[in-house]
């Protein structure tokens, strides 16, 4: 207990009362009953709803608002995080979780369950970790197409953080973290051969032969010299499109890269500065009503492409 005038606050050193206030972030705020088992990543409510955010903003709002939209939540987890504050913040989204670890696909998928959004969430056990996104693997629930052929709006990732024991230790050190504050969770979930950057790199990769079949690749990384590297790739493979975020959260930061190989819509030209509604005006190509400046598209398509070349 805290003294008078003394500020009360949880001991973030212990896991068990990391994992209770983020139960309770999740059922006060999100109206989430969620079960994070205590051998796994305890993800951090106001990190995850960042990176939702960051999707949310930039990327499902240039698609039209009256759309229903899928997403691919790479490594979703034993709390299935993504997915569940994921149809929260965006409720004309479904979502796909995979993950490699057989007992976080059922923990995830008890966790879909105990909140009634089986309708919502599908989960996909697998089994060649060597892939990360197996929509030709059979079995993958696939949404059906849209008008453009693309299956997905979105996917994203929070990639294993290090290749090893020695990377996990080095970054400790170098954020002078307590002990109890390093990462804690399964080996899956903290290690990936050959770290971040491999498994990003696999990513880009598999993005370079989907194509259009999902509308914008996104992923977080959590050193920025992973994001460099990642854009550089991203670039190579013939992108159309590159944005790339940052997401602050107290002392962390995390980076956001993302990209298309669709080029911009008209839709999304129109939203600039403008409202959904506005934009679906522009886009069908009526008239613009009073208080609506007009577009030039050509001038909004290259201010877009200097504020999206700067890799
Ligand atoms: C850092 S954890 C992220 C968990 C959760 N999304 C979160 O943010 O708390 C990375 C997850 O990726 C999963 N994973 C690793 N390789 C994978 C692959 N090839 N396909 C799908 N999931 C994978 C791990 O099992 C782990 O659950």
């Not at 977080?220 to 590159?242: E, H, Y």
Request: aromatic content about 8%.
């Amino acid at each position: 207990m805290a003294g008078a005038g003394e500020r009360s606050t949880i001991d973030f050193g212990s896991p068990d009362a990391v994992r209770v206030l983020n139960r309770a972030l999740l059922r006060v705020y999100f109206d989430l009953d969620v079960h994070l088992p205590s051998d796994s990543l305890c993800p951090t409510v106001a990190s995850r709803l960042n990176y939702l955010e960051w999707i949310r903003d930039n990327v499902v709002a240039e698609l039209p608002p009256d759309r229903r939209l899928a997403g691919i939540d790479i490594g979703t987890g034993a709390s299935c995080i993504y997915p569940l504050l994921g149809v929260r913040a965006m409720p004309q989204c479904t979502f796909v979780g995979t993950d490699i670890n057989s007992d976080s696909i059922a923990a995830a998928r008890a966790n879909v369950c105990r909140n009634s959004l089986e309708e919502k969430i599908g989960l996909f056990f697998n089994v060649d970790r060597s892939i990360k996104l197996p929509l030709d693997v059979p079995g993958f629930p696939l949404p059906p197409t849209d008008a453009d052929g693309a299956s997905f709006a979105f996917c994203m990732c929070n990639p294993p953080f290090y290749r090893d024991e020695s990377e996990r230790r080095q970054l400790a050190r170098m954020k002078a973290l307590p002990p109890g504050l390093d990462t804690r969770g399964k080996d899956d979930e903290l290690y990936t051969a050959g770290g971040e950057e491999e498994f990003l790199a696999g990513l880009v990769d598999e993005s370079a032969v989907l194509g259009k079949r999902i509308r914008w690749y996104t992923t977080m990384t959590g050193k920025k010299a992973t994001l460099a590297a990642l854009a550089a790739r991203v670039r190579a493979a013939q992108a159309k499109r590159i944005r790339e975020g940052r997401l602050v959260q107290g002392k962390t930061t995390r980076w956001v890269l993302a990209w298309s190989f669709f080029e911009q819509t008209r839709f999304c030209l129109a939203l600039r500065h403008r409202s959904p509604a506005e934009a679906m005006r522009r886009a069908c190509g009526s008239p613009m009503r009073a208080g609506g400046e007009n577009v030039d598209p050509a001038v909004e398509a290259s201010e877009e492409a200097r504020r999206e070349d700067r890799h």
